[in-house]
């Protein structure tokens, strides 16, 4: 059996990729700085974990002798842009500690998502290739950065088993992203389920990539998986669907004919204009063997139709 330790296991993620995992046989240790859903405890052991404190992230990797790590603990974009300091803290130095635990105590495969927010202005826009310019004009995109260099050079000089595929944004109804550019993409559910009106912080004609979670957990267990010998690269772009807010919008109506939509873009706005409209992912179909399943409708109608649910069991 592969013991893997997640870290950020209360995030958006992670609350789905870790019963994801169980399913198929893994044993879970799952760390955050807050403990996690009732639910999850079912699928995983818990433990407190702050990522930027180096020497609990040192004593957990070596205490439970694990065989691979996921690392999500993140601070996102939008997020990242209101208090870069803590991006700096979170995302960079909790990279440094995961991978230097991670080769002291010979972990064998460390997964560390990156982001679209890799890439930045002067990157091609559409069908943006795997290898191309990369420069991120976000804390949050440089973190990503940072988390490919770094990871691929642990792997070239050290032999660690890096890998890590670029998340457009990903659409869910478990738990709620936080502070993300593309966060408009689920609460326009939640707000339009629960009101009958949103009011998008970006601009209605911005297309930007997405991914419905199963997807997003099939990428991500399809690459982890994926045997080492077939991978070229290291850093993947994986590919949805792209779409505006009002392509959403008209697509949500067909579930909430008077849905209201407002558009009042803010500071995310100049961060979506940043990256790419669509992401080619040639490279890992190539080397992984990635397709993904949900285009636009089926992703509204999965969203829809889980998040009902939720908030209905709520009331
Ligand atoms: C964000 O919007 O910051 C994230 C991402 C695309 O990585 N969802």
Known sequence: MTRIL??????????????????????????DIRPPPEDELEFAEFQILDVTDSQK??????????????????????????????????NFRG?????????????????IPSSIAAFGPQTPKDHTPNDTIMRPTT????????????????????????RSLRYPGVISAKTKPGGGTTDWAVEIFYEGIETGSYTCFVKK????????????????????????????????????????????????????????????PDFRQLIADSWPRSIDDSVAREEWGWKHEYDLPKLVDYMFSDLSMKLKSKV
């Open 57 to 90: 992230v040192d004593s957990l990797i070596g205490k439970f002798s694990v065989d691979a790590i996921i690392h999500n603990a993140s601070i996102l974009s939008a997020k990242g842009e209101q208090d870069p300091l803590l991006a700096l803290n979170v």
């Open 6 to 31: 997640v870290t950020g296991s209360a995030g958006q993620i992670s609350t789905e990729l870790i019963p994801a995992l169980a399913e198929r046989g893994y044993e879970i240790i799952a760390t």
């Open 95 to 111: 990279l440094e500690n995961v991978l230097l635990a991670a080769k002291k105590h010979r972990v064998k495969k460390v997964l």
């Open 139 to 162: 804390i949050y995109g440089i973190s990503k950065v940072y988390v490919e260099l770094l990871g691929e050079y642990f792997h070239s000089k050290y032999g660690l088993d890096f």
């Open 205 to 264: 004609d911005t297309i930007m990539p997405m991914m419905a979670m199963p997807d997003c957990i099939n990428a991500t267990i399809q690459l982890f998986e994926a045997p080492e010998e077939n991978l070229i690269h290291r850093s993947f772009n994986v590919a949805g669907v792209s779409f505006t807010p009002e392509m959403l919008e008209t697509e949500l109506k067909r579930h909430i004919p008077d849905l209201q939509v407002e558009y009042k």
